[in-house]
């Protein structure tokens, strides 16, 4: 072997992704970078899907329509079988063709920085859809994470496990 760097072919990597893994979790994040460019639809499929949705209504090519169909037919193309769309301080929206759809309010009081939220939602929410949990349930302890995420400047301190489960029982007594 020699030091000479090889192309990475993104598409074919793609490619192995969905066809290799027994379970595929994706989250497709739209920055000034890649506006555009690196969309969900790269992927032919995906058992879970995470977004933003100000990204899934640029997949969809949809700025102002139902999400709830938006959603759908996203899902519906990906042939995914969960699909959560955070909204910020609305929530997330979760969706199934199995389980419908499920509204899940947002738990955060002040937000200090919004930085890694979306990564610490779709972190725990993907680990819980793999372990089938239902989607109102992801949403529920993902919002829940979010809310830890937003309270602190950029990852200063991770989610704490103690902590975690002190609010996710607060809120649902």
């Known amino acids: 072997l020699t030091d000479a760097k090889i192309p990475l072919d993104l598409n074919l990597f793609i490619d192995l992704l969905c066809e290799k893994s027994s379970f595929l979790a994706l989250n497709a994040q739209s920055n000034a970078g890649n506006l555009g460019y690196h969309t969900i ?23 102002h329509g139902d999400l709830r169909l938006v959603m759908q037919r996203v899902a519906d193309k990906l042939r995914c079988l969960g699909l959560v769309v955070t909204r910020g301080s609305s929530g997330c929206l979760c969706y199934s063709p199995e389980q419908g759809f499920f509204e899940i309010p947002a738990f955060a009081g002040e937000v200090v920085d919004r930085m890694g939220a ?56």
Do not use: H, W
Request: net charge neutral; aromatic share 8%.
């Open 118 to 173: 979306g990564d610490a939602f779709f972190s725990i929410t993907a680990l819980c859809a793999a372990q089938g949990a239902p989607l109102e349930i992801s949403g529920f302890i993902g919002n829940a994470i979010g809310a830890q995420a937003v309270a602190t400047v950029g990852n200063r301190s991770s989610i704490e496990r103690v902590p975690l489960f002190k609010q996710i029982e607060s809120l649902v007594k």
């Open 41 to 63: 639809s790269r992927y032919k499929q995906g058992d879970y899907i995470c977004m933003a949705e100000g990204e899934i209504r640029l997949e969809a090519r949809d700025r």
